[in-house]
């Protein structure tokens, strides 16, 4: 597989070492999103970031995260291309800035299946011992039809031993435990999943400051402003059970989802029990990352393969690392 097998249609986002295009590809005619991830100005940290970002990607299945489809290398530049499912419904902060353009808000309705979505995604994840770390509403993806996935799993973490002590992740939507460079585990993604639910109703951070330090000082007390009064009481309780500052006393995803006021506004579907799936340990190869193998790949076609553990003769990133 290589770009020859894909039209490029229109570019969907840019960062300092990636670009994320809308694609089509030739053989099934089907729109994807083509990740760009460009190696040569990459930390070894980095690069190890973006391999797991194919890994956990490539073991996942699961309606409500952006599903993996292949990974492949290219030369000059030197990149790792990562095909994705397209969620043709944008990002949950292009809408927000939508409706604060427009001066508009989100119905309550549509706020409490959002909320679902991430969840039952969220949920996935923790039960497969994986920590998104960098949930934010632009990694929130729609689709037309509604359904909510979450994406952007670039900094996620498999959680071997249950803690986590990298501070990783965006500062708005950062954990106190995070915050104060204390280890943390699922339950930051709570924090960060109250956060998201905070912005989507006020239209704005629960925590925001014009520095860093005073950001901190304000996400470690744990304060924020009222959401508007058009919302219930019940959504306003959902916001505070999810942002509290003792990690302890937030909830799993599992115990939001059976709160009274959630289970309310759940279908039938989503009230089954969500079935629970191993991860196979991910391990990023000593020294070269050219010794990486990149998973199978995963389109409907196709049998889904299990993601393989590196082997030290395959050969991978040919990114001619830099000291």
């Known amino acids: 597989m290589s770009l020859s097998d894909f039209v490029e249609i229109c570019k ?5 070492y990636s670009t994320v295009m809308k694609v089509r590809r030739k053989s099934d005619d089907k729109i994807y999103a083509l990740k760009k991830v460009f190696l040569q100005k990459l930390s070894k940290k980095e690069k190890e970031n973006a391999l797991n970002e194919v890994r956990i990607l490539a073991s996942i299945s699961n309606p409500n995260i952006i599903s993996y489809k292949e990974a492949f290398l290219i030369e000059n530049p030197s990149a790792l291309c990562i095909i994705m499912e397209f969620a043709d419904g ?3 902060y292009q809408q927000i800035t939508k409706h604060k353009k427009y001066g508009t808000t989100f119905p309550e309705g549509e706020v409490w299946e959002v909320l679902i979505g991430i969840l039952k995604g969220l949920k996935h994840l923790h039960e497969m011992k994986i920590l998104h770390r960098d949930l934010k509403c632009a990694n929130v993806f729609m689709t037309a039809d509604g359904v909510v996935k979450l994406g ?7 959680a071997k031993a249950g803690l986590v002590q990298t501070q990783t992740g965006t500062p708005y939507y950062a954990s106190p435990e995070v915050w104060k460079d204390k280890p943390y585990d699922h339950r930051s993604d709570i924090w960060s ?8 109703i006020a239209l704005s951070p629960p925590f925001t400051a014009s520095s860093m330090q005073q950001l901190c000082q304000r996400v470690l007390k744990g304060k924020y402003p009222a959401i508007p009064k058009k919302y219930s009481r019940d959504l306003a309780t959902v916001v505070s059970t999810l ?7 937030r909830p799993s995803c599992e115990q939001i989802l059976h709160l009274p006021s959630v289970e ?7 009230t089954r029990e969500i079935s629970q799936q191993l991860l196979q340990t991910i ?4 020294g070269s990352m050219r010794q990486a193998k990149l998973p199978k790949a995963q389109y409907e076609e196709q049998k889904v393969e299990e993601v393989d553990e590196p082997d030290e003769d395959e050969l991978s990133f040919n990114d001619r690392e830099r000291t």
């Open 12 to 16: 969907l986002g840019e960062g300092a």
């Open 90 to 92: 944008g990002d949950l």
């Open 152 to 158: 952007d799993l670039n900094v996620s973490k498999v």
């Open 193 to 200: 999943l109250g956060c998201v639910l905070y912005e989507m």
């Open 243 to 249: 942002l509290q500052v003792d990690p302890k006393k």
């Open 264 to 270: 309310e506004h759940l279908t039938d579907n989503e």
């Open 283 to 286: 391990k990023i190869p000593r």
